[in-house]
């Protein structure tokens, strides 16, 4: 496990989007090309402006994203299907393939549709982040470490909709739904490199379960820790509680 705390959120975007780049480029040097997985939210917005300005032959990348709402419009502000639409796919020359989740559809028939996918392309490189609630993807406490399924129905905690109506994405925490479509936490692990980014000092409890608790589904981020390949990028607010368990800091 690799630890980058960086000066400012601005800088942990860069170096986090610098070393997904060189991730993707060496995979598609390798395997003709490059699975990976695209997380959203405010955490990912840095590391994706850097991501962009990459010199990637995007051609060659297969992409996934982690998890979207049910019963949400894509038209509506928080679908994360609009925002990588948005902030990603448009800025890039179009990839190989594009797997996003689609929320507006039987879930159950999605998830079907999303696992015979997932299931052909082994993913090279994860983005992702950690919720104020410890959660990896949607995977709110008590996430389910066991099951096999790459992706499910997952209801979100309170914390974990306050957290979103918080960020802006809402006018009001009835607005926020109540279930949505996540990536498995295995299906995660499951990933070559997963690279976190997570700033603010609104998630340093989090980070600090994250990375100093015993591994446990109460703090599912904290999976991460079994991992062989995951880089944490964090800044100084988001590790302000970080204590000397943390094996590896990086300025």
Not at 167 to 188: D, H, R, Y
Not at 227 to 234: E, I, K, P, R
Request: net charge negative.
């Amino acid at each position: 496990m690799k630890i980058t705390i960086s000066e400012n959120p601005l800088s942990l975007g860069e170096v986090a989007g610098r070393f997904a780049a060189n991730l993707i480029r060496e995979t598609i040097n390798k395997n003709g090309q490059a699975n990976i997985i695209l997380a959203t939210g405010t955490s990912q917005f840095e590391t994706l402006n850097q991501l962009i300005k990459e010199d990637i032959d995007w051609s060659k990348v297969v992409m996934f994203h982690l998890d979207e709402y049910i019963g949400l419009p894509i038209s509506e502000p928080a679908s994360f299907r609009k925002y990588l639409k948005e902030r990603f796919l448009a800025k890039v020359k179009p990839l190989k393939e594009v797997y996003l989740i689609d929320g507006e559809t039987d879930p159950k028939e999605e998830i079907s549709k999303l696992k015979s996918s997932i299931l052909a392309r082994p993913i090279d490189v994860a983005l992702v982040g950690i919720g104020e609630n410890g959660h990896l993807a949607f995977n709110d406490p008590p996430a389910d470490f066991d099951t096999e399924e790459p992706y499910l129905i997952v209801d979100l905690d309170e914390k974990c909709r306050n957290q979103q109506f918080g960020e802006g994405w809402f006018t009001s925490l009835e607005e926020v739904p109540k279930q949505a479509i996540s990536m498995s936490v295995k299906q995660i692990m499951k990933s070559k490199h997963i690279i976190c980014s997570v700033p603010d000092e609104r998630k340093a409890q989090a980070v600090k379960d994250s990375l100093e608790q015993s591994v446990s589904n109460l703090f599912p981020a904290s999976i991460l820790q079994q991992h062989t390949n995951c880089s944490f990028y964090l800044d100084k607010a988001s590790a302000s509680l970080l204590s000397s368990v943390v094996e590896e800091k990086e300025a």
